[in-house]
């Protein structure tokens, strides 16, 4: 009997043995077709629309859902009470999301007009009681500088211009707009010690990728004490999250100051339509002399809310063009050489997700690593934003850049849209970037227009 | 004598000639007749269906212009009616310039400038009865749901479509003018937007494949148009009907106060035929259409069949669209289907035989 017991252990033992010492190799690196930028979550278009695809796989019933929040984010929202799409106001910066987010893509950099994407981040110095921002007396956290009828803007936001010339070793040079802000006719006056940071709306695709790359992923990345000496740190940001209750990994927002979709969404419908919603059910003038004292509060309902959730989560990211162009392969070893690709990170794999197979486990493409990194003086706004300090920005992810200029006619870069092109945007690097900017500069014309060729087959 | 011979000898090897060539049919076009075909199409597009349907778009809102500057001098109901039907004809131009929207219209917010609903009569309320301005200046500082085709329709007909023209204030009557002319403005700014003389978006997508700045081969500026066409098809099937269909709710609807909303899908879906086959008033040029009976008839033929489906499709709605999703509820979904079936085609089929076909 025990020796029965004996071999059949033993056969066992040899089994698993065998399954163990069999590993198999790595899937061979040009065995991943270079287009599938979202992996499984990728759509192959190259229109104007190219951002605004639905992840391949949906049910009927999700794929309904992510239909009605497209429809919601591209719904005007009137001022309270209206039978319909009630709530916009008293004060606000626009009237739906894609007055902002154009074709789920950046925007313009402007404010207060009617197609404009910026706004005004404000707040005092300090920390508040989750290590956030701490809102200024009047104006909270940003300025909303449009509002219904009856009411006053909290102030005017203007942006002006000058040139700045920036030569090439190789004597070509680059003229790049270098911004000033104006924060006018505010309606009680700002305290002197505000701080300010413009922000221009993002791109929405891609997200529930981003939003599935394990936590212990991304902080593997992370170098805070630059153990390695090679002048980059990179260091997530931890934030509040109001839903929770309790500190997440931020992952989205300009300064990663948010860590979830959820809430991403739902501040956006609060503090930039001014939005009431389960999640921020007071008006971002409470406590405000604008408060417009209707009871009617949350004014967008949660399946609303979460529909549109669901919308930016499960959209899809477009394919890279011209992979196979030797300019752009050039380019791409390029970028890697000189350092882009130290914080671009051009892969990283996304969480098991048995509920969408689009999102889950896929070797994705987004050219980001999530965290943060001080980007210089030339672009710091001086506003700390839980840890992320005034001279440090999130890596933006760099898939579908090649595509703005259909999505949004004229493109715009970086967190302000201050750059005009993807070289310009290149050059206003600075802080732990200077090095990597220093070796672009250092390139032969060709070897530059070989990086940008990449970039734009993004 | 001679000259008969010669006749005779000549004609029949003239006609044999002619039958050779017409038998001996060489059905594959050469790659130089194809691209030739293939800029053809972007120029006709532009030059027979674009620019042709934005001329008329301005002119349709001058027309307008000018019939409410007499009924603010005098107003008769006989005014007001031709009023409100030149803002069906505006809207019909209107409508099916939506199956193009690509370029300047997308990419400077002329479609949520003129055409943002629903309207916001809290606010367009307060408005009237503020002492604020109402000129162009003034209303083009307000939210886009306060300018536009919608407000102009729910001053014109009122809430309950029933209104006179005794019933006008002389604040509505200014509000009217400032919208109208605002409206005059941006057509007249779209229509700018394409022609040489302008913005010239027309080259942008002429040059594809030749310089455009947006367009680097002519297929994507081909791919784009046949996505434009998609789209709207996508939008009155899955969203401009769909929505109201299945909430049964008669208040989202696009043109609730003039009951034009059968209209405004049956345009829509017009606009895009008339892209595809490249035909507009008297004039048609080389379209999509005959791209693709290039090399497949058969799906040509069934663009074209789904096409009149749809359009018969939405003609069997008889009811205004507000009272149809109470009481036509069959043919709503008729139409639905046969919308379906049609941007399916669009997007998939159409798109693969660009992609196969269109090599530059």
Redesign the interface.
């Known amino acids: 009997m025990s020796k029965k017991l004996l071999v059949v252990g033993l056969l066992g033992v040899i089994t698993i043995l065998g399954i163990w010492c069999t590993k198999p190799g790595l899937f061979p690196e040009d065995g991943y077709d270079p287009r599938l930028s979202g992996g499984m979550a990728t759509i192959f ?5 190219s951002f605004s695809h639905p992840i391949p796989g949906l049910s009927a019933w999700d794929s309904h859902v992510h ?1 009605k929040g497209d ?1 919601i984010f591209e719904q ?1 929202f ?8 009630s709530g ?1 106001g008293p004060i606000f910066n626009n ?1 739906s999301c894609i ?1 902002c987010h154009h ?1 789920d893509g950046k925007g313009t950099p402007s404010f207060g007009a ?2 404009s994407s910026m706004l005004m981040r404000v707040s005092l110095p300090g920390e508040d009681e989750h290590g956030g921002p701490v809102p200024v007396p009047g104006f909270g956290l940003q300025i909303q500088d ?1 509002s ?3 009411y006053v803007p909290e102030a005017r936001v203007s942006v002006s211009y000058h040139d700045s010339v920036v030569s090439y070793p190789d004597g070509n040079t680059v003229v790049l707009q270098v911004p000033v802000y104006t924060v006018s006719n505010p309606y009680i006056p700002l305290p002197a010690s505000t701080l300010f940071s413009p922000r221009m709306a993002p791109p929405v695709f891609g997200l529930g990728l981003l939003l599935r790359v394990p936590e212990s992923e991304i902080l593997s990345h992370a170098d805070p004490d630059d153990a390695d000496h090679d002048g980059i740190r990179g260091h997530p940001n931890y934030v509040y999250d109001p839903v929770l209750g309790k500190q997440v990994l931020g992952r989205f927002g300009l300064k990663a100051n948010v860590g979830t979709l959820l809430v991403q969404v739902a501040s956006a419908f609060q503090q930039d339509m001014g939005i009431t919603n389960p999640v921020f059910p007071q008006e971002n003038s409470a406590g405000q002399p604008q408060v417009d004292g209707l009871d009617d509060d949350p004014e967008l309902p949660d399946s609303l809310l979460n529909a549109v959730k669901f919308y930016v989560e499960t959209l899809a990211v477009p394919a890279r063009r011209n992979v196979t162009d030797p300019q752009v392969k050039a380019g791409e070893q390029l970028f890697s050489q000189i350092g882009c690709a130290s914080c671009h990170l051009p892969t990283l794999y996304t969480d098991v997700d048995v509920n969408f197979p689009a999102l889950s486990n896929q070797r994705i493409h987004p050219y980001t690593d999530l965290l943060l990194h001080d980007m210089g003086p030339a672009l710091a706004d001086g506003r700390p934003d839980y840890q992320a300090s005034g001279s440090e920005w999130r890596t933006a992810p760099l898939w579908g850049i090649g595509l703005f ?2 999505t ?3 493109a715009y870069y970086l967190h302000d849209g201050r750059a005009r092109s993807i070289e310009e945007a290149i050059l206003w690097h600075g802080g732990e970037a200077r090095k990597a900017k220093q070796n672009f500069m250092q390139l032969t014309a060709s070897q530059r227009q070989a990086v940008l060729a990449f970039l734009q087959s993004l | 004598m001679k000259r008969q011979i010669s006749q005779a000898v000549l004609l029949p090897i003239i006609m044999a000639c002619m039958a050779f060539s017409s038998c001996s049919k060489s059905d594959q076009p050469t790659p130089a007749d194809q691209q030739t075909i293939e800029q053809q199409t972007l120029d006709d597009f532009v030059q027979v269906v674009a620019i042709p349907q934005y001329a008329a778009l301005q002119a349709q809102a001058d027309t307008l212009q000018q019939i409410i500057q007499l009924f603010v001098q005098q107003p008769s109901d006989a005014l007001l009616l031709q009023a409100r039907n030149q803002w069906r004809q505006l809207r019909q131009v209107w409508e099916q310039c939506e199956g193009f929207l ?1 370029g ?1 219209v ?4 002329y479609d ?2 003129m055409d ?3 309207v ?4 367009m309320d ?2 009237l009865a ?1 002492n ?1 301005p109402l000129n162009i200046q003034t209303i083009q500082q307000l ?3 306060l300018r536009g085709f919608h407000p102009v329709e729910y001053l014109l007909w009122g809430k309950d479509g029933n209104k006179s023209a005794a019933d006008f204030t002389n604040r509505e009557k200014e509000y009217l003018q400032a919208l109208v002319a605002d409206i005059v403005q941006n057509t007249t700014q779209l229509y700018q937007s394409w022609i040489p003389e302008g913005g010239n978006f027309a080259a942008t997508i002429q040059l594809a494949g030749k310089g455009s ?2 367009y680097l081969t002519r297929l ?1 500026a081909l ?2 148009i046949a ?2 066409m998609a ?1 709207i098809c996508d939008e009155v099937g ?2 401009k009907i769909a ?1 109201p269909y299945t909430s049964r709710d008669s ?2 609807t696009e043109s609730p106060f003039s009951h034009n909303s059968m209209q405004d899908f049956v345009n829509n879906i017009i606009g895009a035929r008339q892209v595809y086959l490249c035909a507009y008033g008297a004039k048609d040029g080389k379209g999509l259409s005959d791209l693709v009976a290039l090399h497949n008839v058969a799906l040509d033929n069934r663009i074209r069949q789904q096409f009149a489906a749809a359009i018969q499709a939405l003609q069997q709605v008889t009811l205004p669209f507000e009272q149809a999703i109470y009481m036509q509820r069959t043919q709503l979904s008729q139409a639905m289907q046969a919308l379906a079936d049609l941007e399916a085609t669009l997007s998939g089929p159409l798109q693969d035989y660009l992609q196969q076909y269109v090599k530059d």
């Open positions: 278009d190259l229109s104007s629309q239909e429809q005007n009137v001022a309270a009470p209206a039978p319909l799409f916009l009237v007055s074709n009617v197609n449009r219904v009828l009856g200029p259909k949004n006619g004229t | 690509l300047p997308e990419d400077d917010e949520p400038r943002t609903w629903p916001d009569y809290v606010q307060s408005l503020s604020q939210d886009l749901s700045s947006r994507e791919q784009a996505g434009a789209d899955n969203s929505e208040l989202i």
